[in-house]
């Protein structure tokens, strides 16, 4: 079953319509995943990709019921779009959108929790379970299913090590990218109890970067409640102090916020840590062969 | 994005936060000019991005228009971490009785906007944070409820405030506290919060960062943007949309995402050498795009090899060969290139650019070691 995107997944795509939409929702379509169809303001009552399109999500849901939602939508109206979603009663919205004001995401991750659902992102590529469903925009030919859980800050760098988890034999039970930005929906302890709980789901993989405690956090929750194996990567280790390294999140402002803190926190807390990203699947194997 | 201790103080002003008379100089004249106005002993500070003016000689005390030429000539002009002092704010100097921290924060961890308070301020305020974590009183915002009156008397009692300033403190920190959340600031501080000779509370030094992210709906604060303070590459990088940081290495980097970009430079150092810069191209594989990014790359002299990491999720390799090829056609240098190519239609894209005289590579360890080499053979 994998965590949270499976065949059951019922998908409808916020920003269905425009250009970003249009292709993403074709290329989900063609994995499989059942996307039942989308929102444009305006353009409710039409069909795309063969699909409904309706006015607003409160319509969707009525009608197709869906149980996810993705957005693509501009930054300055995507923070309304996840509200709007989580106002309707969408239990998981993605939001892939990079860019949003960082004071609109307080109150809309707020929001979002006291309605009981869950945001993932933004500025997230977001998840797939691999022959089941794929929900983001990531490229589906380079996973594979299998056991090993993946959690990530970040887009390119977690298809690098998908890739070479796939090449190793080493399929995946859900990849997630949680995003890069410094506030939001779910952080990597959300999901490493979900891999943990997971009967699917045998090693896991996280990948950090600089800025923020997320990964501290993630080591303490690793060294104080996780069985399963743990191998991770964090990314920014030549990244110099207080300059923002393309993800709103990744900035230096202090001495634990630094790739070497996280590693050596991660280190601490029994995690296999790599110097770079094709040195995961050798130190997941490693952990196989001592058990 | 940073703007300067002048910016921040009329920006404060608006909120009511009671700043010192002063304005800004560009030239000794200038200062002299204010300081006359002004009429009473001035402090001359450098205008710059950087922390620690004081201790570099920035910030200096003038009692007469006469002192102040002498102060301002020495700090214009003067370099401060590298950057060059265009610009003094030329402010009323106070007697201090007592100086106060006050900032406001974005913590991630709790999602939540923080108070950050303490009676021991100035620039001692790190090490207090550290050696007397008790003094500094931390109070969060609940984003329903906004700053509550009874939070600044928290606020108040917990830094010791004089009775007799309790309405004036309350009025400046819910100033700044409004400050930071209409301009959507990630942090606001006044560092230090005086009580001046007076009896009054004045705010000497001021700093506001913006978030970046929020700047579309700012265009007057946007055209706060000191370009003086950013490298030119810096500055082009961010007009054509492109992310660029530069290092101090010799191997450019050019990279799809921000995560492999930090990754492709960390791997590039593990294998012993020096990025010259992190630089996030995008999705996409237009030709315009490469050869911008390649113009940025190259007008860093230093650069003797060029590494392209390409894992293109939607983008097709095919389509980013090809625009590869036509923007080094463009840009015309007899830079060495490494080029590491995966993506959809990856045999493809590969077999363009071998065919067009560049060696690709399909794994990102074999291809960060060429260049190292690459690098080190010129």
């Known amino acids: ?291 | 994005m940073k703007i300067h201790e002048y910016q921040a103080k009329e920006v404060l002003a608006r909120y009511g936060i009671p700043v010192q008379q002063g304005q800004v100089a560009s030239t000794v004249d200038e200062a002299v000019q204010i300081a006359t106005s002004i009429g009473k002993p001035v402090v001359v500070k450098a205008q710059v991005h950087v922390g620690g003016r004081g201790k570099a000689g920035g910030v200096k005390l003038a009692q007469n228009p006469e002192e102040a030429r002498q102060k301002a000539s020495a700090i214009l002009g003067m370099s401060i971490k590298g950057i060059t002092v265009k610009k003094v704010l030329v402010a009323a100097a106070a007697d201090i009785a007592h100086e106060y921290y006050l900032g406001v924060v974005l913590d991630r961890a709790s999602k939540r906007v923080l108070l950050i308070g303490s009676a021991e301020g100035g620039v001692e305020i790190e090490e207090t944070a550290k050696t007397n974590p008790e003094k500094i009183i931390r109070i969060s915002i609940d984003p329903l409820i906004g700053l509550a009156s009874f939070q600044i008397n928290q606020m108040a009692f917990g830094m010791e405030i004089p009775t007799n300033l309790q309405r004036d403190f309350s009025k400046t920190l819910r100033g700044l506290y409004n400050a930071f959340i209409e301009t959507d600031a990630s942090l606001a501080e006044i560092n230090p919060l005086v009580i001046d000779s007076e009896g009054k509370l004045a705010a000497l030094d001021a700093k506001i960062v913006l978030d970046d992210n929020a700047l579309f709906r700012h265009p007057d604060l946007e055209a706060m943007r000191d370009l003086n303070e950013e490298e030119p590459s810096e500055v082009l990088a961010r007009e054509a949309g492109l992310s660029y940081v530069k290092l101090d290495g010799n191997i450019g980097c050019m990279v799809n995402g921000a995560g492999l970009a930090m990754g492709t430079m960390d791997s590039v150092k593990l294998y012993g050498g020096e990025p010259a810069n992190f630089l996030d191209v995008g999705g996409g594989a237009k030709a315009e795009r490469v050869t911008t990014a390649l113009r940025i790359i190259l007008s860093d002299p230093s650069v003797k090899t060029i590494f392209f990491n390409i894992f293109g999720g939607i983008t097709r390799a095919d389509d980013v060969a090809r625009g590869i090829i036509a923007g080094v056609q463009e840009v015309k240098t007899d830079v060495p290139m490494v080029i590491r190519l995966n993506g959809t239609n990856q045999e493809e894209g590969r077999r363009i650019l071998s065919e067009a005289g560049y060696t690709a590579y399909s794994d990102m360890d074999l291809a960060a070691k060429k260049a190292v080499e690459l690098a080190a053979s010129r």
Do not use: W
């Open chain 1, 1 to 291: 079953m994998s965590i949270l995107v499976d065949k059951n997944t019922r998908l409808l795509v916020q920003g269905f319509t425009g250009r970003e939409g249009t292709f993403h929702a074709q290329q989900m379509i063609d994995y499989g995943t059942v996307v039942v169809g989308g929102t444009t303001p305006g353009k409710g009552g039409t069909r795309h990709l063969d699909r409904p399109v309706y006015n607003t999500v409160r319509e969707a849901m009525a009608e197709a019921i869906p149980n996810t939602s993705i957005i693509y939508v501009p930054a300055p109206y995507a923070a309304d779009a996840i509200i709007e979603a989580a106002d309707a009663g969408i239990p998981l919205i993605i939001c892939i959108t990079e860019g949003i004001p960082v004071m609109d995401m307080i109150k809309t991750c707020d929001f979002v929790k006291s309605k009981g659902a869950r945001l993932i992102g933004p500025n997230c590529p977001g998840l797939i379970t691999p022959g089941q469903a794929k929900v983001g925009i990531m490229p589906a030919y380079i996973h594979s299913p299998g056991k090993v859980g993946l959690v990530s800050k970040s887009g390119t760098l977690t298809y690098e090590v998908v890739n070479a988890l796939t090449n190793a034999g080493m399929g995946q039970s859900t990849a997630i990218g949680i995003g890069g930005d410094p506030i939001i929906g779910t952080s990597f302890v959300d999901v490493l109890e979900m891999f943990e709980n997971d009967p699917e789901t045998e090693m896991v993989v996280l990948i950090g970067e600089i800025g923020g405690d997320a990964e501290l956090r993630a080591a303490d929750y690793i060294a104080a409640k996780m069985k399963k194996p743990v191998a991770a990567y964090i990314a920014g280790r030549t990244a110099p102090a207080d300059r923002r390294m393309g993800h709103a999140g990744a900035i230096i402002s202090s001495g634990d916020d630094t790739a070497a803190a996280k590693m050596a926190a991660l280190s601490k807390a029994g995690a296999k840590v790599a110097e770079a990203p094709s040195e995961i699947p050798g130190l997941l194997q490693a952990t196989m062969v001592r058990s």
